[in-house]
């Protein structure tokens, strides 16, 4: 079992920057591949990107690539999505997520989940 905390979100002016963490618990995070997504009212859940256990590889959606980042430190558990030039359609809810069995740009892949952390972009 793992277990998913999300922190770091808040709100923030048009251009701005915030950086969320999702802190893991379990001796296996290390094995799972992680991936974050957000949800904003009204709308489905939305993919933003993920990484490979190792970290060695990324992928990101077209609406944040260039602009958000993902990280992870195997070693702390967590896994960070650094989030640059912030539009106001990037308000949502945030979760990460994490996948024992691979990665994908699908929820479904993703076994595990956070709570949420809620990012409001001013303009």
């Known amino acids: 079992q793992v277990q998913l905390v999300e922190s770091g979100g808040g709100l923030v002016q048009a251009g701005g920057s915030l950086r969320l963490s999702c802190a893991a618990s379990g001796r296996t995070f290390s094995s799972y591949a992680m991936g974050w997504f957000r949800q904003a009212p009204g709308k489905e859940r939305e993919f933003v990107g993920y990484i490979t256990w190792s970290g060695s590889t990324t992928l990101y959606a077209d609406s944040v690539k260039g602009r958000f980042t993902i990280s992870r430190d195997n070693a702390k558990n967590t896994v960070y999505l650094q989030m640059n030039s912030l539009k106001p359609e990037d308000t949502a809810v945030y979760y990460c997520?994490?996948?024992?069995?691979?990665?994908?740009?699908?929820?479904?892949?993703?076994?595990?989940w956070g709570q949420g952390t809620q990012v409001t972009v001013s303009s």
């Open positions: 997520a994490g996948s024992s069995t691979g990665w994908g740009v699908s929820p479904t892949r993703y076994n595990y």
